[in-house]
């Protein structure tokens, strides 16, 4: 999981219980490339804002270090055009950062690993 905002990681960590992902969390985009290049992911939940970059420059260099990752994008804009952006740049899905999204997550990333 890339996201600086410690409210979301901890929302998103009591909905995605440990029994099923292991979570890691990567803080800022230089964090986030670092730990891809340690292993792999089979899934990662990218937020657009970032601290030092933003969710679509980072896209492809995740997409170039993790091939086979499922990336869903998270982001508060409800935006149609960065949707299809993120899409079309190798996001699994698009997650909008709504009240209650976190409970979602779950389906989403199942939905996303075709289960």
Known sequence: M??????????????LS?????????????ECLAMAKGRPYDV????YMLPDTNGMD???????LQPSSLILFVSA???????????????????VKGFGYYRTLR???????GE
């Open 58 to 64: 980072l896209l492809p260099q995740i997409k170039e």
């Open 77 to 95: 804009a409800d935006d149609p055009d960065l949707s299809y952006k993120a899409m079309t740049a190798g996001a699994s899905d698009y997650v």
């Open 18 to 30: 440990p029994e099923e992902f292991d979570l890691f969390i990567a803080r800022s985009g230089a």
């Open 44 to 47: 990662i939940l990218l937020d």
């Open 107 to 113: 389906d989403r990333i199942r939905e996303a690993r």
């Open 2 to 15: 890339v996201e600086d905002n410690p409210d979301h990681t901890e929302l998103c960590q009591e909905h």
